[in-house]
Structure formats: structure tokens, C-alpha cells
């Protein structure tokens, strides 16, 4: 079957629940099970970040992130819209095979399977405390929550902020009772499996950053004497765009800026309780956004900076996402790496790290602990395949990134949006067979496909062997490799 893996031996016991007395001069005494924390934001642009050219707000944690290890300037997500992205990450699979596309819906029957293994799963296999914090967005029914996929404790909400019924067209009218979005019903949070709130309002939604930062710095600091695996899903800067009356206008950008500053903030949270444990050099952080901003809304949008288009595309700039990589000793400091890797590659890698077995079912990435211990090979062996919904619509090797004919949506030429109000898209855009040298020409502008000719051979044959394997829409290929996801059961 394409892309198989190679088991890596593992260790399946628990840990001891004996621990010594820790101070922040003392390393922890799990040192062969070290802490993993994943920072995962919604809709952050690929130059979101001041080391990556933040233009108008700062995040000085994240600068301090990537001065203090490694930033990884061609890091890609799995499919460029919202729970694709997320299953992607938590399974180490591209999530058209796991029959996960888009973004789940308020009223959607289906979710994550309890057949896959997540990365929490994985890291309580080998005695972690597992606490997932923010926006889930892989099933909103009790079996699909996060509590039923391996995390010991889970506060947040089941899908997008936007996905609620003041927003996101209605948000500025006067009556927004009257003007509610038809579709949505009210949106809720979670702890565990409990609603803990079943009406989400604005000034709720002011707090989520700060909220769900508190809470990933207390489960570190409660957790400080075990292995544990903290995944903090911050649900902005997804519009709309909240933050606390005392953040407004802290940014020159405006409320975009203001938000990014307070997500930078909620990082700085969780890396002060590491410092103050102790933990810090015993630690794996990696900080990463789901897929690229959500350009029509203008002011209300991060910024791609040098690369084509956004979210919902499979352009560079819809799939090449921030990632940033600390882990004291370990990783290099103050590196960037152009070397492509992907979402699908955290878990085997982190697999490898805490001596976990891999999942009994195929998975699609590789380790890539030699790419972050300072080597320059993509784990992938250089191939990368990107997906929007049943659509195989590009394929990456090396230097080269070879589109396939599709349609997509297209700002360019378009009046974006403003103040939370969106602009339209052309959704009519298309793009042939076309050819990019991605080290020459970041932006995609310039098709190469008539000079090289082998090269388009090569990567449509790439092509045609996942197709195969996954299956593709476009030309109504039925794969072998996929799996159902999970399913509500008949009423």
C-alpha cells in the first residue's frame, strides 16, 4: 500500500506514580517521557509572526519561540480549512482518509472514528496527563469530544467561533436578536463531556484567550510533576475578533493586531509556568496555525506576506502556515529550516521521541526527529499531497510544486472586506496544469511546466499513485486507502 511506514519499537509501560520533589534547578525525573506542548491557532497568516514579518502588532513569545529554537519556514497543514487540518494533526493522517473534509458543522452526524489513535491517545499511552484547552472542531456530540479520544481534561468549544448566530454578516447590527443568522443554534463550551454553557455571548467570546491560556498554564502547573501533553487550540484569530475591553487598540494594525497580541500573550502564559516549574528544558513546544487567513475580510485577515492566496485554496498561501519549534538541547536554537514537513508528521515523530508505538492503522507521516534535531531531509522524502476536500489538487517534491487543473476561490482583483463584514471571493478562478520552482518563486507566479517537462511526468505520476490510494473527485477516482469516519448511530 503507498506510503507505508516502518514500526518503531516502543514501550508501553506506565508511569510511576513515586515522584521526587521538583525545583526549578532540578530536571524532572521523567527526562525519558518529555512534556509536549501543542499550540495550534485558527487562521493565523504565514507572516502572522514578528520573526516572519508581522507588520503593525508584536508577539514577543513568539519571537522568543523561534530565537530560543527553531523556526520552520516551509511547514504545511494537511488540507487549508479547519477540522481537516485538526484531524490531519491529531492522527498523522491526511484526513481525506479518514473521510474528514471541510469544517464540521453545527449540525453535522459525524466526527473523529474511535477507531484512530490521537496524539493524545499515543502520549497516554506512555503515562501522560493529556488536557486539550480552545476550539475542537472534530464532532460535537459527547462520542466525538475530546474526552472520548484521550484527553483526561477538555474545556473549549466544539467547532468555529463564527459558527454561532451573531456572526458573522450580523455582528455590527443594532438588534442582533432580531437579525440572528439563521442556521446556527446557540454555541456552547465544554468541560469534558458536560455543557458547561449553552449560550455563548459576545462578551464571552471576549474572553477566550485569555480563558484558555489561564487554563493551559494551571493544567502545567498541576501536571508539573508527571509527563503530560497539553494541546492548546486557541480559536482566533478566526473571525469574529474578540478580545478584552483592556486589549483594544493596544495594536497599530487594529483589532486583528489586538487579537494576535493577546494570542501571543496566551503563549507567554504557558511558557512562564514551564520557566517557573522547572520544566522548560525537559519540554517539546511547537506553536502552528490550522491554514492560512481568511482574506476576504479584509482588516479582519492576517497576511500571507509574499505567498498566493489564503484559506480554502492549496496555493502557498492556504497550506504554508508559522511553525515554530522549541525544545532546550534538543533542537537548534535560533535556526530556520527551509525543509518541508507537515501537520501529519507531528505524531510519529513524537511517537519516536516518547517511545510510543505507532497506530495499528495506516498513517501517512513519518518521524521527522532528524529534521528537528538540525538535519535538512524532509521526512516525507520530499512529496507532499494537498487535498482540498476529495480533491487532489497539487502535489509537492522538492524545490517543485506541480498544480493540477482546479477551480478555487480568489481574492485577487477583489474588494475585501472591513470592520468584521466580509468582501467576495471570485469563486470562479481557475488554474491548468501549471509547474512552480517554490526556491525561485515563493508566490506562484511564474508556470515552469513547458522547460520541464520530466518533472510534471514525475509529480503526475506521484499524483496518479495517491489517487489511487486516497481517491480524487476530480476525476472521480475511488481510492483503496480510506476509512470511514466516525458516525452518529441511527436514531
Not at 66 to 87: H, I
Not at 90 to 101: K, V
Not at 220 to 234: I, Q, T
Request: proline share 7%; glycine share 10%; with cysteine.
Amino acid at each position: 500500500m503507498f506510503n507505508r511506514h516502518l514500526l518503531f519499537v516502543a514501550a508501553t509501560s506506565v508511569a510511576c506514580g513515586c515522584h521526587a520533589v521538583q525545583t526549578e534547578s532540578v530536571a524532572p525525573v521523567h527526562a525519558d517521557r518529555p512534556n509536549v506542548v501543542v499550540i495550534f491557532t485558527d487562521d493565523q497568516g504565514w507572516a502572522d509572526i514578528g520573526t516572519q514579518g508581522a507588520v503593525g502588532f508584536d508577539t514577543p513569545n513568539l519571537d522568543r519561540l523561534a530565537a530560543e529554537g527553531t523556526r520552520f519556514s516551509n511547514f504545511y497543514v494537511a488540507q487549508p480549512v479547519c477540522s481537516a487540518s485538526r484531524m490531519a494533526l491529531l492522527t498523522g493522517c491526511y484526513p481525506n482518509r479518514l473521510g474528514m473534509h471541510g469544517a464540521i458543522g453545527p449540525t453535522a452526524k459525524h466526527g473523529i472514528s474511535a477507531e484512530e489513535v490521537t496524539l493524545a491517545e499515543l502520549c497516554r499511552s506512555r503515562g501522560y496527563a493529556t488536557g486539550m484547552f480552545g476550539k475542537w472542531h472534530l464532532g460535537y456530540q459527547e462520542q466525538f469530544l475530546p474526552v472520548n479520544h484521550g484527553f483526561d481534561e477538555s474545556y473549549g468549544i466544539p467547532y468555529s467561533n463564527d459558527m454561532w448566530p451573531w456572526h458573522p454578516a450580523y455582528a455590527h447590527f443594532s438588534d442582533p436578536v432580531e437579525k440572528r443568522k439563521k442556521g446556527y443554534p446557540d454555541l456552547f463550551t465544554f468541560e469534558g463531556a458536560e455543557h458547561v454553557d449553552e449560550m455563548v455571548t459576545a462578551e464571552d467570546q471576549m474572553n477566550f484567550t485569555t480563558d484558555f491560556g489561564d487554563r493551559a498554564a494551571s493544567f502545567v502547573r498541576e501536571h508539573k510533576d508527571e509527563p503530560f501533553f497539553l494541546y492548546l487550540a486557541n480559536p482566533l484569530p478566526h473571525v469574529p475578533l474578540f478580545t478584552r475591553e483592556e486589549s483594544v487598540g493596544r495594536s497599530e494594525q487594529g483589532r486583528y493586531g489586538d487579537v494576535m497580541e493577546e494570542v501571543d500573550e496566551s503563549v507567554g502564559k504557558v511558557l512562564a509556568a514551564l520557566d517557573e516549574e522547572g520544566l522548560a528544558e525537559n519540554t517539546l513546544v511547537i506553536y502552528m496555525s490550522d491554514n492560512g487567513p481568511w482574506l476576504n475580510y479584509g482588516n479582519h485577515a492576517g497576511s500571507v506576506g509574499p505567498l498566493r492566496e489564503g484559506k480554502g485554496t492549496t496555493f502557498e498561501g492556504g497550506v504554508r502556515v508559522p511553525c515554530l519549534l522549541r525544545f532546550p538541547g534538543r533542537v537548534p536554537v535560533g535556526r530556520v529550516s527551509d525543509t518541508p514537513w507537515m501537520t501529519i508528521d507531528v505524531l510519529p515523530t513524537v511517537a519516536e521521541l516518547i517511545g510510543a508505538a505507532l497506530p495499528p492503522l495506516e498513517i501517512d507521516g513519518r518521524s521527522a526527529w532528524d529534521l528537528w534535531e538540525g538535519g535538512d531531509s524532509s521526512p516525507q522524502e520530499a512529496y507532499f499531497f494537498y487535498y482540498h476536500t476529495n480533491n487532489l489538487e497539487a502535489v509537492r517534491a522538492g524545490k517543485w510544486k506541480l498544480h493540477f487543473p482546479h477551480g478555487y476561490r480568489s481574492m485577487v482583483g477583489q474588494e475585501p472586506g472591513a470592520d468584521g463584514s466580509p468582501g467576495q471571493y471570485n469563486y470562479g478562478a481557475e488554474t491548468g496544469l501549471v509547474l512552480f520552482d517554490l526556491e525561485r518563486d515563493i508566490g506562484e507566479a511564474h508556470d515552469v511546466a513547458l522547460a520541464n517537462p520530466e518533472v510534471v511526468s514525475r509529480l503526475s505520476r506521484l499524483g496518479d499513485e495517491m489517487r489511487a490510494e486516497l481517491g480524487d473527485a476530480l476525476t472521480e477516482t475511488v481510492g483503496v486507502g480510506n476509512r470511514e469516519p466516525g458516525r452518529m448511530p441511527p436514531e
